[in-house]
Structures are given as C-alpha cells and as structure tokens.
C-alpha cells in the first residue's frame, strides 16, 4: 500500500515537500504557499550553482558541491564489449560539524 506523503521506515518519517513547508511556515511566520515558493527557489539555486560546480556553503548546515567526471570507456570483462559512458556532474552534501553535533545528540 503506497503511503500519499511520506514513506515510514523504522518509525522514522522522511519528509516531504508539504511537510516540510508547513513546519518552515510555521517556524517563519508565514503562509505555507510562501514557504513552498521559498523552499523551491533555494533547490533551484542550489542546483543552478552545483550545475556551474560552484561551491554552496550554508553555515550551520553544510556544503553542496559537484565534480565533473569526464567520460570513460568500459570493457566488459566477459563480452569484451566496450561501452561509451558520457560525462556526468556529480553532486555531494557534506554536513557542518555544528549539524552533525545536533544529529548525533
């Protein structure tokens, strides 16, 4: 049975957009369609700067960054058939030590 707004795994829910947009309206004083607006403005500029692999540092919470991995060629071992893999840019979160303080109390 699909769960419509969150998907429950050991008693832990993982957020999603609603959720989380309803508590940061809450915590904002604000209305819910704004904080929607907020939430997705950030996510698109988070992932306009990791497209151009800019760096984005969020104090207290952590650092996006991207690398570009260029195109390779892979032989399977047992077809010896060569593969053309494109280049891709790969994205990685890296937690501040203040934010994995607070998760690891």
Request: charged share 30%; aromatic share 6%.
């Amino acid at each position: 049975r699909a769960l419509p707004y969150a998907i429950h795994c050991f008693k832990k829910t993982i957020m999603d957009t609603r959720n989380i947009s309803h508590r940061f309206a809450e915590k904002a004083g604000i209305q819910p369609k704004e904080a929607i607006r907020m939430i997705e403005a950030i996510g698109a500029t988070i992932a306009e700067a990791c497209g151009n692999l800019d760096i984005v540092a969020i104090p207290g919470f952590g650092n996006f960054s991207a690398q570009k991995k260029d195109e390779c060629i892979v032989e399977d071992p047992d077809t010896k058939k060569r593969t053309l893999y494109p280049p891709v840019i790969v994205s990685e979160f890296r937690a501040s030590v203040i934010l994995r303080n607070r998760l690891s109390k």
